[in-house]
């Protein structure tokens, strides 16, 4: 069983919106996030949500993506709206558990000018 599957990315034009899914396989974690890394730049974070509920979110992002969860479908989202060419990437579902942490494949979006 794949612990993280995305699904969502694809091709968008500037001031558009696209919603990521990340489906987990195991519903107990300490953190769950999305990161990206876009063509020759270090991966970074984007949004991250506790088990508790709270939020976080890069400079970069806040007003315009929303990270939420539905625990009854162990999935997180990332809602992108407003989408900018700089946002173009590799997006990454992450989780965070006790003793593990698990990436999922990556999700292309890409944004044209």
């Known amino acids: 069983q794949v612990p993280l599957a995305e699904s969502g990315g694809g091709l968008v034009q500037a001031g558009g919106s696209l919603r990521l899914s990340c489906a987990a396989s195991r519903s107990i974690f300490i953190i769950m996030g999305w990161y990206r890394q876009a063509p020759g730049k270090q991966r970074e974070l984007v949004a991250t949500?506790?088990?508790?509920?709270?939020?976080n979110y890069a400079d970069s992002v806040k007003g315009r993506f929303t990270i939420s969860r539905d625990n009854t479908k162990n999935t997180v989202y990332l809602q992108m709206n407003s989408l900018k060419p700089e946002d173009t990437a590799v997006y990454y579902c992450?989780?965070?558990?006790?003793?593990?942490?698990?990436w999922g494949q990556g999700t292309q979006v890409t944004v044209s000018s």
């Open positions: 992450n989780q965070v558990l006790s003793t593990i942490t698990y």
């Open positions: 949500i506790t088990r508790g509920g709270s939020t």
